[in-house]
């Protein structure tokens, strides 16, 4: 799950629609149809990044009651992640073991500004996490896509140094998977044998391709991925 988007104010909206009421269908939608081993959730979780609206999403997200993973987006406060969303069924943990998979979340959140970077440490971090990850496969987790979409005004706010990601990433074998929020729309490619995946969100969905912000008329949705045990990755987008 990606962008839920919620305020701690009564019946706020984004552009029209009551996100908070969108992803509690949502994890209706995931209770009812999925059996998951765990949930993620790739960044921009707040609207407006206060205590409120952060104890409010840890409520919504103890109705999964299943282990749910958060990394910050551009309207995220990590801070207040890191203090906040430690609780119960809820981490902020960056480094998950699932089987004979390693899944790495990274923080892209730059303060001030929409678009992404990763930084020295954050790259660092990464190096580290994929050599403990020797002999096991892995997902990378993300809010700001890495790549153009060909969508000029959201690519005017994606990961400004994709490239230092890719060469980190490109020094492993064993990477076979990277999935990002941000975009409010599904997008999928792949890069050097690596599935790349962008995730609709579970609130407003932007229209693909445009070259000013539009919001398409789209529903809110989840992606599920199974992560077979030969690499391979299965994966959909469900509309709720």
């Not at 949930?39 to 104890?55: F, I, K």
């Not at 999964?64 to 203090?83: A, F, K, S, T």
């Not at 994709?162 to 492993?172: I, K, P, Y």
Request: charged share 20%; proline share 5%.
């Amino acid at each position: 799950m990606t962008d839920t988007h919620i305020s701690s104010v009564e019946d706020d909206t984004l552009a029209g629609v009551d996100t908070t009421g969108t992803l509690v269908e949502v994890i209706a939608a995931v209770k009812r149809e999925q059996h998951p081993d765990l949930v993620l959730l790739t960044g921009d979780l707040a609207q407006t990044p206060t205590e409120d609206t952060y104890n409010k999403l840890a409520r919504l997200l103890r109705r999964i009651e299943l282990p749910v993973y958060c990394l910050p987006g551009n309207h995220d406060d990590p801070e207040l992640m890191q203090r906040l969303l430690n609780t119960g069924n809820v981490s902020t943990a960056n480094f998950i073991t699932c089987g004979n998979w390693s899944i790495i979340l990274l923080d892209t959140h730059e303060p001030g500004k929409e678009g992404g970077c990763l930084s020295v440490a954050e790259l660092e971090g990464l190096a580290e996490a994929l050599e403990r990850s020797t002999g096991r496969h892995v997902l990378i987790c993300l809010h700001h896509q890495p790549v153009n979409i060909h969508s000029p005004w959201m690519d005017r706010m994606a990961l400004e140094n994709g490239e230092a990601l890719f060469q980190v990433l490109d020094r492993h074998t064993n990477v076979r998977g990277i999935i990002w929020g941000h975009i409010h729309q599904e997008f999928t490619t792949t890069r050097n044998g690596v599935l790349l995946l962008g995730s609709p969100s579970t609130c407003i969905q932007f229209r693909p391709q445009a070259d000013e912000a539009s919001v398409d008329g789209k529903p809110p949705a989840y992606r599920t991925l199974t992560l077979v045990e030969d690499g391979d990755i299965e994966t959909r987008v469900h509309w709720v």
